[in-house]
């Protein structure tokens, strides 16, 4: 009996998420505000929206907001109106940041040079391709029986 892929991804992910999850502790974080700071540190536009976070992340906009709001409140980062749009709220890093975003960049790098290290170009080409497999059908679409 072969092994089911969606849920050995599943474990796989939920250790990821404990990895960056014993990480971020360090800065009293978890692993997705870790991820925002190093979304966020990355983007070289100044007007990075709250949907821009929710597209990346995959996230409702009520899941992004209660998250940002957190982060808010941590002083990590801000949030305001759009300057092109008051409609939508940008979202900007704070100072307080600052010391965090080399170490959290670090992190990342090293846990992809892991991959790159382990694995050769043309599987972690297969293996992106499986997860946007993944993130870009439905449920319904990779379903071959129907119940």
Not at 10 to 33: R, V
Request: charged share 25%; net charge neutral.
């Amino acid at each position: 009996m072969s092994q089911n892929t969606g849920r050995l991804l599943k474990k796989a992910a939920n250790q990821l998420t404990k990895d960056f999850d014993q990480f971020a502790s360090n800065f009293d974080l978890t692993s997705t505000q870790m991820s925002i700071i190093d979304y966020l540190s990355r983007q070289s536009h100044p007007d990075v929206l709250q949907k821009d976070i929710e597209i990346e992340f995959n996230i409702q906009r009520s899941t992004a907001t209660v998250l940002l709001q957190r982060m808010e409140r941590k002083q990590l980062l801000v949030r305001h109106p759009s300057r092109h749009d008051a409609r939508q709220k940008a979202v900007q890093l704070t100072a307080k940041t600052n010391p965090l975003i080399e170490r959290i960049g670090t992190y990342m790098e090293q846990q992809q040079q892991k991959l790159t290290t382990n694995f050769l170009p043309s599987e972690i080409e297969t293996f992106e391709t499986i997860l946007n497999y993944y993130l870009h059908t439905t449920a319904s679409e990779r379903s071959t029986n129907e119940y």
